[in-house]
C-alpha cells in the first residue's frame, strides 16, 4: 500500500477536508477544528479514520 502525506498546514477549514478527500492517507493540518472535521468526514464518507499519532496528523484508511 502506497502511503502519501497531504501538508495542509496554515490552510483553513474547509481546505484539509477538501485535500483529504482527493488523496487519503496522511494529513498533516493545524487548523483546530481538522480535529472534529476529519474523523467526521471519514464518518459521512465511510473511510476508516485511523487516528492521529503526533501532533497536526491524521490517518485515514481508503475502505471504498
Not at 492517507?25 to 471519514?42: E, H, K, M, N, Q
Amino acid at each position: 500500500m502506497i502511503e502519501l502525506e497531504v501538508n495542509c498546514l496554515d490552510k483553513r477549514c474547509p481546505l484539509p477536508v477538501i485535500e483529504l478527500a482527493r488523496s487519503i492517507g496522511w494529513v498533516l493540518a493545524d487548523d483546530p477544528a481538522a480535529a472534529v472535521d476529519i474523523p467526521a468526514w471519514c464518518r459521512m464518507r465511510g473511510q476508516e479514520y485511523m487516528g492521529s499519532p503526533a501532533p497536526s496528523t491524521y490517518e485515514v484508511r481508503r475502505l471504498s
